[in-house]
């Protein structure tokens, strides 16, 4: 690890001890660069603030880790990652959670756009999709699990973040099961059988035929 890295590195760790002990908003670059034992000049050398020394620690921390190798078949267990890297830091991410300008739920909504968007794309292999499609899908669930996680974190964290990845994932699965074959039904690609005989979930939702 380099000379600037490990700098940065050791300032996330001190922006992190000060904000388990109180909000974000109260954290001055004064009592980072006191907490860390360096000089306003080195904090400023590698951050222009303490938004851009946060959002290092939820890029480097969440980000990175979270978004390689994703796909359609293991987000769940990317997001179990990333509950538990949260509820290890329960203090720190409550705190900056709460903070006004809504910092946190931007990054994170950001960031599970994008990795759905990876995941909608490898789901696609067949090129069924639109990029018009894809995006708003991939927003449809990001906004959806940023919800999730937030309301999750503001709650105090009680649920097991394992149960909560995999009772997401089921969720978002029914949905895209039953989106597949509404999508082969309104192309005529499936059969009145299989409607009656192994699809009750679509009863209700398909339009009668019957006259």
């Known amino acids: 690890m380099s000379n600037a890295n490990i700098t940065k590195r050791e300032l996330a760790e001190s922006l992190k001890r000060l904000a388990s002990g109180k909000l974000f908003e109260q954290v001055t670059v004064g009592d980072i660069v006191k907490e860390c034992g360096v000089n306003r000049q080195t904090f400023y050398y590698h951050f222009s603030d303490k938004y851009e020394l946060l959002d290092w620690i939820y890029y480097n921390e969440t980000f990175v880790p979270l978004t390689a190798d994703i796909s359609f078949g ?66 449809i669930f990001a906004h959806g699990l940023t919800g999730v996680v937030i309301e999750w974190a503001m709650g105090g964290m009680k649920e097991d973040e394992k149960m909560l990845s995999e009772n997401m994932k089921e969720l978002v699965g029914n949905i895209e099961r039953l989106s597949y074959y509404i999508y082969r039904y309104k192309n005529d690609l499936l059969t009145e059988t299989e409607i009656q005989d192994t699809l009750p979930e679509l009863q209700g939702t398909l339009p009668r035929t019957d006259t």
Do not use: H
């Open 74 to 139: 293991n987000w769940d267990e990317k997001l179990c990652e990333l509950l538990q890297i949260m509820r290890k830091n329960k203090a720190f991410y409550m705190n900056t959670i709460k903070c006004s300008d809504n910092f946190f739920e931007e990054y994170l909504l950001k960031m599970l756009t994008i990795l759905f968007e990876t995941a909608v794309e490898d789901l696609d292999g067949r090129r069924q999709l639109t990029p018009e499609k894809k995006r708003l899908a991939s927003k």
